[in-house]
């Protein structure tokens, strides 16, 4: 919305200054943390109201969980509202990226939506049946990939970019399709599972957010991607607004639900983080990149993965509890060590995904 302003501007005063992307990514990032600080206890409140039992605690899960109960859940409409009414305020309008990623997010985050009341209302943690969610993301990843196919250019359709490797571009043909959805499905579902502890996900996915952010930036930038010698993909510049006002509902939210959590993020907050980064990745061309940024969540859907699989085959378990997080807490570590000392992984994998820009 602010973008238009400009059009008012003969080139100098205080409107040009919204022609600059990182002008209107602060103006986001402060919107979304303001709208949190603002709107957080409200939310809260009618929360509290609403659902009287909160979120269901998992029967199987550590004893120290059973002290969370009736803590509500759904917080994630706070990071949604804050990052959608951020993006529409200083995002360009006629860009189809940031359209993209929005779109997906919202739909993602209606699913989860969904989940949370179906959980809450029943009073336990079954909620809408895996399949139906994983039917209903991989119909929103196939059209986020035939849309990125249309409005990627014409030399990057189809196209996988190898890091590190110069101008190494795979040409995934037919299995483009399924690719993306693999990778915006799985990008949704791993930040759902690694959405255990007060506080675990959201930095984490803020962490990556910024990233991503940086690397949108670089690579909506002719000159940026001539000097580090990455593929140039034009409008991508504008996903940073959408980042930015990500990061600053996610520092909203984080204020409620640092531990302990006055509300949990829910599926509602946590699949639809997980699909707006993995689109952003799709949309940058970086997905093998968006594997080393997002290790941490990677990491987090493999020990479900892995144990249940290797629990069919042999009737035994990898883990002491699945997802790995529980593994820790099973172990005697408390919960703040477990969350901060994810973040540190978070911030470690997330520096190695950004130097791939500059390694060739």
Known sequence: MFYWLTTFSDGGGVFNLFNYITVRAGGAFFTALIFGFLFGRPLIDLLRKRQRRGQPIRTDGPQTHFVKAGTPTMGGVL????????????????????????????????????????????????GVPGRVRLGLGFLIGLVAALVALFVHP??????????????????????????????????????NLTDGLDGLAIMPVMIA???????????GRVDFTDYLEVHYVPGTGELLIFCAGLIGGGLGFLWYNAPPAAVFMGDTGSLALGGALGTIAVVTKHELVWAIIGGLFVVEALSVIIQVAYFKSTGKRVFLMAPIHHHFEKKGWAEPQVVIRFWIIALILALIGLATLKVR
Not at 102 to 110: E, K, N, P, Q, R
Not at 170 to 179: E, G, K, T
Not at 209 to 219: E, H, N
């Open 209 to 219: 957010a910024g990233t991503l952010g940086v690397i949108s930036y670089a690579v």
């Open 154 to 191: 014409a030399e990057l359709e189809a196209q996988l970019a190898v890091p590190v490797f110069k101008n190494v571009l795979l040409n995934l043909s037919w299995f483009y399709l399924p690719f993306v959805m693999l990778v915006i499905v799985g990008s949704a579902n791993a930040v």
């Open 79 to 126: 990071i949604l509202g804050a990052v959608t009414v951020a993006t529409l305020m200083f995002g360009r309008l006629d860009n189809a990226y940031v359209w993209l990623v929005l779109g997906v997010t919202i739909c993602f985050g209606a699913i989860g939506f969904v989940d949370d009341y179906a959980k809450v209302s029943a009073g336990n943690t079954h």
